[in-house]
């Protein structure tokens, strides 16, 4: 069962991370930020908001909020066989799927 304390530490978490992004997302692209004239180019700016949400996220995770709320913890459960990973055989029937479709249309 979860807590009050559980609950409260996602609450702060999520908001946290929120304004954070939106943040970095105004900083980076307000008609009147100093970001604007010091990187002309949309795309960089992108690229430097998404590093610096990503940096977030992965600081909250890793802080004692993450720590609290177990988010560090997460794992992908192995033991299900559906959720295992097999890139090859995924690519493999990817493929197949792919190649046969393509002749069907062809007929």
Known sequence: MVGWREVAVE???TALLLLLAVSAIVVGFAAGSPV???VPDED????MTGALVAA???GIVYSPLGRISGA???R???SVPELRLH???DRVQRLRRH???RREDRR
């Open 76 to 78: 992908l459960p192995l």
């Open 11 to 13: 609450f702060a978490g």
């Open 36 to 38: 604007v004239g010091a």
């Open 87 to 89: 890139p090859l055989r």
């Open 56 to 58: 977030a996220a992965a």
């Open 44 to 47: 960089l700016r992108r690229l």
């Open 99 to 101: 190649h046969c479709s």
């Open 72 to 74: 560090a913890r997460q």
